[in-house]
């Protein structure tokens, strides 16, 4: 893996509002990155702050090995994809992706109308360019821009939620096409996206961002089974949080977690700087589970009460109490054949493992 992009201790602020705070950050050539994160949280600043249409107020941007201080936005390798589609509506669907061939007066025309076909087949739109871009549907008008962004071939392209004003199936299926996409070109992508599930999908690593700040970097798996912090692991899926009272720290971990008693846990799922006293410990609702009548299991078992019971179809949510655990037990069921969806006030046993379990800030 090469580096491609490196931000170094960049800084920025908007009059006396810290948008960015001491980013330092490295993106590989070919990654699939996000920046995810709560609105408000630097994403789109951080972004722009790549693609130039930022200053940074302190701090390095480098791409591709150089300084890009002195470099302006149009100069950049970069392109970017807006969530508005910001194509033409009184243009054709070819006009329109060769609007991204505007400064490329050298090229012929017969080339830019090859150059045009092959961008428009790379988004899954062959044989669409005399088409009225005003008479596309979302997802067609967002591949058009895609187009239009990837026909000089960028070192990056730059994502600014660009599926979020689709529906949700199309978003599934843009989604899919996007990686696609990603891999058959090589390009970096860097995505920015508050939706959890769209970076946890599309991403090689995520990068989540809280108040200007990198909360954690990894990829997907990681942040999901190992985030590093209480707000990490509530953004990123739902998670039950117990108090917890760590006894000793030696190869392996010894705690005390509410309502589940003493056990000892690896190191990898706790954060280094684990010492003896207070903590939190976290598992997730899919992780936990309900002993059914006729079921067995060789995990652990606990005794709880069930609170409340919401149906999906696919899943159930169910809240158990639990004695000596303050807030219920959240648990996520699979409705299997067989499984009935148990009521509110039925006796059950909760079933759970400390391998699923972390420690968090
Ligand atoms: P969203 O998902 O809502 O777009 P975001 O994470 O992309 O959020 P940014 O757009 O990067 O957030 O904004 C970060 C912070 O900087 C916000 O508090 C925003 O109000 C502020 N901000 C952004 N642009 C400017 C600007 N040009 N002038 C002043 N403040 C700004």
Same mark, same amino acid.
């Given at each position: 893996?090469?580096?491609?992009?490196?931000?170094?201790?960049?800084?920025?602020?908007?009059?006396?509002? !810290?948008?960015?705070?001491?980013?330092?950050?490295?993106?590989?050539?070919?990654?699939?990155?996000? *920046? #995810?994160?709560?609105?408000?949280?630097?994403? %789109?600043?951080?972004?722009?702050?790549?693609?130039?249409?930022?200053?940074?107020?302190?701090?390095?941007?480098?791409?591709?090995?150089?300084?890009?201080?002195?470099?302006?936005?149009? #100069?950049? &390798?970069?392109?970017?994809?807006?969530?508005?589609?910001?194509?033409?509506?009184?243009?054709?669907?070819?006009?329109?992706?060769?609007?991204?061939?505007?400064?490329?007066?050298?090229?012929? /025309?017969? %080339?830019?109308?090859?150059?045009?076909?092959?961008?428009? %087949?790379?988004?899954?739109?062959?044989?669409?360019?005399?088409?009225?871009? !005003?008479? $596309?549907?979302?997802?067609?008008?967002?591949?058009?821009? +895609?187009?239009?962004?990837? =026909?000089?071939? &960028?070192?990056?392209? #730059?994502?600014?939620? &660009?599926?979020?004003?689709?529906?949700?199936?199309?978003?599934?299926?843009?989604?899919?096409?996007?990686?696609?996409?990603?891999?058959?070109?090589?390009? %970096?992508?860097? *995505?920015?996206? !508050?939706?959890?599930?769209?970076? *946890?999908?599309?991403?090689?690593? =995520?990068?989540?961002?809280?108040?200007?700040?990198?909360?954690?970097?990894?990829?997907?798996?990681?942040?999901?089974?190992?985030?590093?912090?209480?707000?990490?692991?509530?953004?990123?899926?739902?998670?039950?949080?117990?108090?917890?009272?760590?006894?000793?720290?030696?190869?392996?971990?010894?705690?005390?977690?509410?309502?589940?008693?003493?056990?000892? =846990?690896?190191?990898?799922?706790?954060?280094?700087?684990?010492?003896?006293?207070?903590?939190?410990?976290?598992?997730?609702?899919?992780? #936990?589970?309900?002993?059914?009548?006729?079921?067995?299991?060789?995990?652990?078992?606990?005794?709880?009460?069930?609170?409340?019971?919401?149906?999906?179809?696919?899943?159930?949510?169910?809240?158990?109490?639990?004695?000596?655990?303050?807030?219920?037990?959240?648990?996520?069921? /699979?409705? +299997?054949?067989?499984?009935?969806?148990?009521?509110?006030?039925? /006796?059950?046993?909760?079933?759970?493992?400390?391998?699923?379990?972390?420690? $968090?800030?």
């Amino acid at each position: 893996m090469t580096a491609l992009i490196t931000l170094t201790g960049v800084n920025k602020y908007y009059a006396d509002y !810290h948008a960015l705070r001491d980013i330092n950050l490295t993106i590989n050539t070919g990654e699939f990155f996000s *920046l #995810l994160g709560p609105s408000g949280c630097g994403k %789109t600043t951080l972004l722009r702050t790549i693609a130039g249409f930022e200053s940074v107020s302190d701090g390095v941007v480098m791409i591709g090995g150089k300084d890009m201080a002195d470099v302006p936005a149009n #100069l950049r &390798p970069t392109n970017m994809v807006f969530q508005s589609y910001a194509i033409f509506p009184h243009l054709t669907v070819a006009e329109n992706v060769a609007f991204g061939l505007r400064k490329s007066e050298d090229l012929d /025309k017969p %080339t830019k109308a090859k150059m045009v076909e092959e961008a428009l %087949t790379m988004v899954g739109l062959a044989g669409y360019g005399n088409r009225a871009a !005003h008479a $596309l549907s979302g997802g067609q008008r967002q591949r058009v821009a +895609l187009a239009r962004a990837l =026909i000089l071939k &960028p070192k990056v392209l #730059l994502l600014d939620e &660009p599926l979020s004003a689709l529906d949700k199936k199309m978003r599934e299926q843009m989604q899919v096409e996007l990686i696609r996409l990603q891999r058959q070109v090589g390009i %970096t992508f860097i *995505l920015v996206t !508050h939706d959890q599930e769209e970076a *946890l999908v599309m991403s090689d690593r =995520i990068a989540v961002m809280f108040e200007g700040e990198i909360g954690q970097l990894a990829d997907p798996e990681t942040l999901y089974r190992r985030p590093n912090s209480r707000r990490v692991a509530s953004f990123i899926g739902k998670m039950n949080f117990l108090d917890a009272e760590v006894k000793a720290v030696v190869e392996e971990i010894d705690v005390t977690v509410q309502g589940l008693g003493r056990l000892k =846990i690896s190191a990898e799922q706790a954060p280094e700087e684990v010492s003896v006293g207070p903590a939190v410990a976290g598992i997730r609702p899919e992780t #936990l589970g309900i002993l059914f009548e006729g079921e067995t299991t060789d995990r652990k078992l606990v005794d709880g009460v069930v609170d409340e019971v919401v149906y999906y179809g696919d899943m159930t949510y169910y809240d158990v109490r639990v004695d000596g655990v303050a807030q219920p037990l959240n648990i996520a069921m /699979k409705n +299997l054949i067989g499984r009935p969806v148990l009521d509110v006030g039925a /006796k059950t046993r909760v079933i759970w493992d400390e391998r699923s379990l972390v420690l $968090l800030k």
